[in-house]
T-cell receptor
């Protein structure tokens, strides 16, 4: 497919469990972003990757959240000891370069995480 | 500081025109994005304005006034499928990736 894909589309888990959310960016896009979006709000920045490295992880709310992109393509957002407040839609976006002028970010469909 | 404001909700009639406003206070402002987001779906790119003025793309146009810190999205010949949230986001010159997002305007189209 040509767009950003995310799996799973929905994830229901219990408080205290560990979850992994996956993002497949558009082929060739070097920049990848994770956001969190609550109902009626704009996306909240979590982390930005340029290639394999996390160039900015200042949006991660605490050390329970971690993300990797080992080969510069697919990324996984990992959440440990989930809490009910983590419930949200987690969006992934990618852009061609992420350097120089501002790139347009292309979003995936999101993963809806529900923590019971 | 960094702040973006847009109306929470608007209602318009099929076939009509609607203007969705966005005001921003963003240090080091560079440009203004508009995204459309249908319920339960990803935001999709509509436009990006860096220069003052109006840019037209079919039924959708976007306007920017840098001096006034103001942008609007104009939707003409409204269709039922235009019912969605419309998000504005500001980019900054000191960051080519960090966007300041508004909360979105939910547009309801009535027949």
């Amino acid at each position: 497919g040509a767009g950003v894909s995310q799996t799973p589309s929905n994830k229901v888990t219990e408080k205290g469990k560990y979850v992994e959310l996956r993002c497949d960016p558009i082929s060739g896009h070097t920049a990848l972003y994770w956001y969190r979006q609550s109902l009626g709000q704009g996306p909240e920045f979590l982390i930005y990757f340029q290639g394999t490295g996390a160039a900015d992880d200042s949006g991660l709310p605490n050390d329970r959240f971690f993300a990797v992109r080992p080969e510069g393509s697919v990324s996984t957002l990992k959440i440990q000891r989930t809490e009910r407040g983590d419930s949200a839609v987690y969006l992934c976006a990618s852009s061609p370069a992420g350097s120089g002028n501002t790139d347009t970010q292309y979003f995936g469909p999101g993963t809806r995480l529900t923590v019971l | 500081g960094q702040n973006i404001d847009q109306p929470t909700e608007m209602t318009a009639t099929e076939g009509a025109i609607v203007q969705i406003n966005c005001t921003y206070q963003t240090s080091g402002f560079n440009g203004l994005f508009w995204y459309q987001q249908h319920a339960g779906e990803a935001p999709t790119f509509l436009s990006y304005n860096v220069l003052d003025g109006l840019e037209e793309k079919g039924r959708f146009s976007s306007f920017l006034s840098r001096s006034k810190g103001y942008s609007y999205l104009l939707l003409k010949e409204l269709q039922m499928k235009d019912s969605a949230s419309y998000l504005c986001a500001a980019s900054r010159m000191d960051s080519n990736y960090q966007l300041i997002w508004g909360a979105g305007t939910k547009l309801i189209i009535k027949p």
